[in-house]
């Protein structure tokens, strides 16, 4: 499978509905329908998050206030559409603090997208 590397600049967001702007993003990295994100805070882990169709449980609803920078620049990517995985890269504890601000569950909801979150080192 061949690789296609994008610089943040190229991509167009405003074709989107994402509720959000990507913020502190050096560059991205696209594969399949999966786009990993490199920010300026670091890269030693990831803040993973899946976009999902169908809700096998209850998804817990996630207010604008619960969501720090990394889950919003995460979300403003997976809003758009052909991409269901979005790798935030950051440091390990932006990636901590970030889920420490959801409820713990399996399943979340913003406006109308569901969505799982978890971190990868």
Do not use: Q, W
Not at 87 to 98: F, K, N
Request: proline share 4%; glycine share 6%.
């Amino acid at each position: 499978m061949r690789r296609k590397s994008d610089d943040v600049l190229d991509l167009d967001l405003d074709e989107s509905e994402s509720p959000f702007e990507p913020v502190d993003v050096l560059g991205t990295e696209h594969e399949g329908d999966t786009l990993t994100i490199y920010t300026m805070s670091g890269g030693g882990a990831s803040l993973v998050l899946s976009a999902e169709e169908d809700a096998l449980s209850h998804p817990v609803a996630v207010d604008e206030s619960d969501l720090t920078a990394p889950l919003r620049t995460g979300l403003s990517y997976l809003f758009r559409d052909g991409i269901r995985t979005v790798r935030v890269r950051v440091s390990p504890d932006s990636a901590t603090d970030a889920l420490a601000t959801l409820d713990s569950a399996s399943l979340y909801r913003y406006d109308e997208l569901l969505f799982t979150s978890k971190i990868e080192n």
